[in-house]
């Protein structure tokens, strides 16, 4: 993994060197029998998966948040993911949901992420064990253009319930969105939008089609070197509909720890599962750093932002109201 003396002067991609291997080392938790959830809890447990869930606790998530391997060939800070048929690559889907599932209460959403290739594999093997209440497709804002195809710059996200007893707060994942032909009424006043600083706005439902997302690039601060880390703001939302204050998210493909330190900004608990040391130290100086700033990019004032309208709301505010904006990573920015 690249340390920081190889980054550029403007590259904020988070880094570890050799002091902080020595010292977040004994932050990691490795399970070698069945563990008590308070052993577990707020933890980045050290390990694969497969040994690993059958040793938590059972009935204890509210929420399973996994981005697993794709159905590609994929290189992890040196642990390959090898693509494979799509009979077998189920049979790997089943390897895990089946462990996981019963740490699940009966209340629990699920979300899992995939991409076209391997998302209506991922989507038949949930239905065995799962309600598939929807599918979420957002806009993946990086990667260079196709010349003898569409350009692949989306993935899906399905969302499903293990029972119809669950907990979805629309309020809380409203998105703020501007406002292109606005009506007023008989007053000349706004109907159904607000005006301010920098135009017109009004605060939605949320669709299962997102287009304000932005993947983590070299000038976030949130951005690392794993190769398919998911945005904050993405998990932002997931963690924000789907459980509440106080309640545990499970994530078994933990990275470079975004679940984790979503869930700890927002208030949740959470167990995060990695089998890549590497990765696991940098979820645990994500967690560090949350402690010092525990903005999310893109969501302010309980609202998600379209991409780049909060950037030009809060430059025409005056600059005493918002002394670290930036530093906070409240803008969002294009590469």
Not at 185 to 213: A, C, Y
Request: net charge neutral.
């Amino acid at each position: 993994m690249k340390t920081a003396a190889s980054r550029a002067p403007r590259n904020r991609t988070l880094a570890l060197d050799e002091d902080d291997h020595i010292r977040l080392r004994p932050r990691l938790l490795e399970i070698e029998s069945a563990a008590e959830l308070e052993v577990c809890l707020d933890r980045t447990i050290l390990g694969d998966s497969l040994h690993v869930l059958p040793r938590l606790p059972r009935g204890v998530a509210d929420l399973l948040i996994v981005d697993p391997p794709y159905n590609l060939s994929k290189s992890f800070n040196g642990t390959t993911f090898k693509k494979r048929s799509s009979r077998e690559y189920e049979e790997w889907l089943h390897s895990w949901i089946k462990l996981a599932l019963p740490i699940l209460k009966p209340t629990a959403s699920v979300y899992v992420c995939s991409e076209w290739r391997s998302s209506g594999a991922i989507q038949k093997v949930l239905e065995e064990y799962f309600q598939v209440q929807n599918r979420i497709t957002w806009e993946r804002e990086k990667g260079r253009g196709a010349t003898h195809n569409w350009k692949n710059c989306s993935e899906d996200i399905w969302f499903c319930t293990v029972s119809d007893d669950y907990w979805f707060d629309v309020d809380a994942v409203k998105q703020k969105r501007r406002v292109i032909a606005p009506y007023r009424d008989e007053d000349r006043n706004p109907k159904d939008w607000n005006q301010e600083v920098d135009g017109g706005f009004r605060v939605t439902h949320p669709s299962n089609l997102w287009n304000d997302i932005s993947v983590p690039f070299w000038s976030m601060p949130e951005n690392t070197d794993h190769p398919t880390q998911k945005p904050e703001k993405l998990v932002a939302k997931l963690i924000l509909a789907s459980s509440k204050p106080g309640e545990i998210v499970l994530d078994p493909f933990l990275g470079s720890g975004t679940t984790s330190v979503v869930a700890k900004k927002l208030g949740r608990h959470f167990i995060g599962i990695e089998m890549e040391e590497d990765y696991c130290l940098l979820a645990e100086r994500r967690l560090q750093l949350a402690d010092m700033d525990a903005s999310i990019q893109g969501y302010s004032g309980e609202v998600f932002w379209e991409r780049n309208t909060l950037a030009l709301q809060e430059k025409k505010r005056p600059v005493t109201q918002f002394p670290s904006a930036m530093q906070c990573g409240l803008f969002e920015r294009q590469p």
